[in-house]
């Protein structure tokens, strides 16, 4: 396990002065041995950060504004990033080996899919292009339309109807190989808003394909995703990382983590994990506040990152003050130092690139 005393070396945000960030030590050089930053969004505070690493050991955290900024479905060229209204695409404008004042990637927004308020959570990219998000109010997964907010393309058997009701709170997507495979939701209720006195037990993993459920034995999961040939998940009710058997809906912990779970990224053996404070002061009704209770821990706001093979964890990143609730995490594997421009940022009008010929119309 590497050295886990916080360390100073923070490049911390300026736009928000109540938050402080810390992380743990050598957290930047881990991050540059093994060529990855990473993301993050917070709904709650309205920001996009992006983590990398800066010469000298320095970790860099860079923040942008995006109003209710939700799930992310990134690579190294492109975010796709759900936010209060609209599905926003921000394309990276530097090519590999390119620098702009010591970022290697500036993600610029350069199209918005405006969907209207569906409380979009999760997004994926099929192996076609096509955008598709959880569209939590609706309950169902959707696309982006021409003409329209949304296009359904698939709702959990036990919905009857397409209502604006958040009736199941589903949430969370795992793509594989280029398809939506797995999501989750926090019961099967059909009835407005009933997942909320179902909090503690009877979350849902769902197979896509087959419309079956795989589990309902979890509370409140988010964030499934396949990795390395495994289905993985965030039992957030309970504070748990944890792998499911695909075929009896089994689970196995592979760590705790101080925090309301949200957000789940991988790079090779490791796990990136975010991790959010109760709202109104306890995890009420949840096993989660029992588990702090029995190891005398006090819930974290940041990202703890996970060696998947014993458990441990490896680096962290905690914030503490105005910022209270994450959402989604992603890693950026390739990139050293990555940033954005946000909708109010000044340069947003004055950065103009340009994409180069096709060799047909090159003049000559």
Known sequence: ?????????????????????????????????????????????????????????????????????????ASRDRLLLANQFQIW????????????????????????QTTGDLDAHDVGVEASGRV??????YSCLATPSVTHSFKPIWKPHFISRLAPEDRCHLNGLAMHEGEARYVTAVCKSDVVSGWRDRRAEGGCIIDVKSNEFVTQKLSMPHSPRMHDGRLWVLDSGRGRLCVVNEEDGSTETVAF?????????????????????????????????????????????????????????????????????????????????????????????????????????RPS
């Open 257 to 361: 983590l101080p925090g309301f779970l949200r957000g789940l990224a991988f790079h090779g053996p490791f796990a990136f994990v975010g991790m959010s404070l109760p709202r109104d002061g306890s995890f009420s009704g949840l096993e989660l506040d029992g588990e702090l209770e029995k190891r005398d821990a006090d819930p974290w706001c940041g990202v703890q990152v996970i060696d998947t093979r014993s458990g441990d964890v490896v680096h962290w990143v905690r914030l503490v003050g105005e910022i209270r609730e994450l959402f989604d995490v992603f890693a950026l594997p390739g990139v050293k130092t990555p940033m954005a421009l946000g909708l109010m940022d000044p340069n947003l009008q004055s950065m103009i690139t340009i994409e180069d010929w096709d060799e047909a119309d």
């Open 132 to 137: 598709i998000f959880v569209n939590t109010k």
């Open 1 to 73: 396990m590497e050295d886990q005393q916080e360390a100073p070396p923070v490049e911390a945000p300026q736009e928000q002065p109540g938050t402080q960030v810390s992380c743990s030590g050598g957290f930047a050089d881990w991050l540059r041995d093994q060529n990855v930053s990473f993301g993050l969004t917070s709904y709650q505070s309205g920001r996009l950060y992006l983590v990398g690493h800066q010469p000298g050991g320095v970790l860099s955290f860079h923040e942008r504004h995006f109003t209710r900024a939700m799930g992310v479905a």
């Open 89 to 112: 695409r921000l394309e990276n404008i530097l090519s590999p080996g390119q620098e702009m004042d010591g970022f290697d990637a500036n993600y610029v927004p350069r199209n918005a």
